[in-house]
């Protein structure tokens, strides 16, 4: 039964601090995508990710977030300095493009990363 | 331009009963819309989803209609189960290369009550 791995499932930290959340894709899976989960502003893509290139970051706050996949069964985020308004759940999830020229449709998210800073 | 509009915030049907989601969205190149499950401490799933070529989709219970003139859609679900109380979200996108983000509705909280 492929899916998607997350780790940690619960992080908490005080502010200040660098925040790391790793995603492990569906093997096979080529579009990897970031979201955040808050009650206030519901589900945001934060970037993703195609052949490990990154194609879109426009959700992410540049000067404290990055993404990267150092290869293709390892997507990171980080958070450095962390503060109290990152708190929120954070979604990784995969999916197949399956011809060039077509996107990924169906996209399948990980148990997330609940993140607290204090 | 990227918005969806998702309405009601929540829902309480009794069992049996027939549950209605309904979303509008703004951007004609859309042209792929999901409708995404979400149980409490868990990820997004996808329930069921449809592409602007037809106006309706059943799969099981669950059924989804599509307006592409008015831009809504909707979910419906049948004979509404306590298992199916969850947070339903509805998405669109497009499947161009490169730009297949998925915009998310703010969610409907659904609750089945016996």
């Known amino acids: 039964d492929a899916r998607v791995t997350q780790t940690p499932r619960d992080k908490v930290t005080e502010m200040g601090q660098e925040v790391t959340m790793r995603c492990q894709p569906i093997l096979g899976h080529n579009t990897v995508f970031w979201y955040r989960q808050t009650m206030m502003q519901g589900l945001e893509l934060l970037a993703y990710?195609?052949?490990?290139?990154?194609?879109?970051d426009s959700g992410m706050p540049k000067d404290r977030f990055s993404a990267e996949m150092p290869d293709a069964t390892l997507a990171t985020l980080k958070i450095q300095p962390s503060e109290p308004r990152d708190s929120a759940v954070y979604f990784c999830a995969s999916g197949l493009s399956h011809f060039a020229g077509s996107g990924a449709d169906t996209q399948y998210f990980g148990p997330g990363t609940r993140l607290t800073v204090l | 331009q990227q918005q969806v509009k998702q309405s009601p915030q929540s829902l309480i049907v009794q069992k049996g009963g027939i549950s209605i989601i309904n979303c509008a969205y703004e951007n004609t190149a859309f042209d792929y819309f999901p409708w995404y499950q979400q149980f409490p401490g868990k990820g997004p799933a996808l329930l069921i989803a449809i592409r602007p070529d037809v106006s309706e989709k059943k799969e099981g219970r669950f059924t989804i209609s599509f307006n592409k003139s008015a831009k809504q859609f909707s979910l419906h679900i049948m004979d509404s189960q306590p298992g199916d109380s969850a947070t339903y979200f509805c998405a669109a996108s497009t499947t161009n290369f490169g730009n297949e983000k998925l915009t998310f509705g703010t969610g409907t909280r659904l609750t089945i009550i016996p």
């Open positions: 990710f195609r052949n490990r290139a990154p194609l879109d």
